[in-house]
């Protein structure tokens, strides 16, 4: 089974900073990758599909790349609402893994 | 619209087992693949299985195989999920989540149900 490893686990950023967080399977996964983002107390939130579809109603500061085996999500420029904790989930085929997350704090 | 509504807070002894249900409306419940995830307090997510309510056929992670059983009553529109021999590695939010491959798998989900908090307790 593929794991995922996410980096950083946590990171501290100014507003209007370039975010990004690395995903890296241990397998090839092809594109069959997610991003979610997950505020305090809150279900988590679809934010990227396929490794780079956006999700319907997600703005447009956030964008994801990668195929294979190493993925990338970046927040192009942070806002105050984007603290939260970002997770990847590889989904080709089950277990359905999650990376271990990325907590991002306003600086 | 799409609804996924969990059963309330259980509070279980250590090897007890718990049973969840996510009672789901306003779409064919057959139709959709569902999913189970766990989140320990702090930590991370943690996928536990999927269910094929069409048919009943499941796939678990290998970490609760043997422990878990996901079941369908496609009468009620609901799905369960039980897990036994509980330790308090088991505490954690539990969520449904349905696929939203409509009709086959995709492995992206589309709607949460609000979480079910298990604590595991002496």
């Given amino acids: ?107 | 619209q799409v609804q996924l509504v969990q059963s309330g807070a259980e509070v279980k002894k250590p090897g007890a087992s718990v049973k969840l249900s996510c009672k789901t409306s306003g779409y064919n419940l057959t139709n959709y693949y569902m999913h189970w995830v766990r989140q320990a307090p702090g930590q991370g997510l943690e996928w536990m299985g999927i269910i094929n309510p069409s048919g009943g056929r499941t796939a678990y992670a290998q970490k609760i195989q043997g422990r878990v059983t996901m079941t369908t009553d496609t009468s009620t529109g609901t799905i369960y999920m039980e897990l036994s021999s509980l330790t308090s590695e088991d505490t954690a939010m539990y969520y449904c989540l349905r696929d939203r491959g409509g009709g086959g798998y995709s492995g992206i989900p589309d709607y949460w149900g609000q979480g079910t908090l298990v604590t595991v307790s002496s």
């Fill in chain 1, 1 to 107: 089974d593929a794991q995922m490893t996410q980096s950083p686990s946590s990171l501290s950023a100014s507003v209007g900073d370039r975010v990004t967080i690395t995903c890296r399977a241990s397998q090839d996964i092809s594109n069959h990758l997610a991003w979610y983002q997950q505020k305090p107390g809150k279900v988590p939130k679809l934010l990227i599909y396929a490794a780079s579809n956006l999700q319907s109603g997600v703005p447009s500061r956030f964008s994801g790349s990668g195929f294979g085996t190493d993925f990338t999500l970046t927040i192009s420029s942070l806002q105050p609402e984007d603290v939260a904790t970002y997770y990847c989930q590889k989904y080709n085929n089950a277990p359905l893994t999650f990376g271990g997350g990325t907590k991002v704090e306003m600086k």
